[in-house]
């Protein structure tokens, strides 16, 4: 007796019905994606930020010396533009400049989508003394990265009179941030 194999496979109709859900489905996963990796970035930024800060003090104290963090134009000046290297360095003489042109790190803290603000009254620099502590006034920075929706993520980093920083994050998504004395921030737009 002879038995007939039934055919195995797709139509075309189910074929096209696959593809047309496997192509939804990694839409959906590439923006989930793409906001994953800009949450990613973000968290770098600040992690980075805040290890930069520590190991700032860290030299203050050790080195027993004020120590200076900035980004640095060619002439080894402080500039107040935080989305260049950030430099920290020795500075005993308190001129905003290496002392012998000495640099204890190079911190490249923005890429991408990523961008550092500060909130320093233009003075572009933060210092920390001998003991760790900050010197002369305190500053923040503010933090903020595009999300793949238009929107941004928002950080704030304020560098307390005990040469700590500390944190705020826009936990609400709407691009602001308020702060405990009032005052509302928001990212610059480019």
């Known amino acids: 007796?002879?038995?007939?194999?039934?055919?195995?496979?797709?139509?075309?109709?189910?074929?096209?019905?696959?593809?047309?859900?496997?192509?939804?489905?990694?839409?959906?996963?590439?923006?989930s994606w793409t906001q994953l990796i800009s949450a990613t970035r973000h968290t770098d930024l600040i992690n980075d930020?805040?290890?930069?800060f520590a190991l700032a003090r860290s030299y203050a104290v050790h080195q027993k010396t004020l120590t200076t963090i900035c980004p640095l134009s060619a002439a080894q000046e402080c500039t107040d533009n935080w989305n260049n290297p950030v430099s920290v360095f020795p500075d005993t003489d308190n001129d905003k400049r290496p002392d012998s042109g000495k640099i204890h790190r190079v911190f490249e803290l923005t890429m991408g989508q990523s961008r550092?603000?500060?909130?320093?009254?233009?003075r572009g620099y933060f210092q920390l003394s001998a003991r760790g502590m900050s010197h002369g006034t305190m500053g923040s920075l503010v933090a903020c990265s595009a999300t793949g929706n238009g929107g941004f993520e928002m950080s704030y980093l304020a560098l307390n009179i005990g040469g700590r920083v500390r944190t705020l994050h826009d936990d609400d998504g709407d691009g602001k941030i308020k702060l405990p004395w009032g005052t509302t921030l928001s990212c610059p737009t480019p």
């Open 116 to 122: 550092l603000y500060s909130r320093t009254a233009g």
């Open 49 to 52: 930020t805040l290890r930069m």
């Open 1 to 31: 007796m002879r038995y007939l194999a039934k055919a195995r496979g797709f139509t075309l109709v189910e074929l096209i019905l696959t593809l047309a859900l496997a192509a939804m489905l990694a839409g959906i996963a590439s923006a």
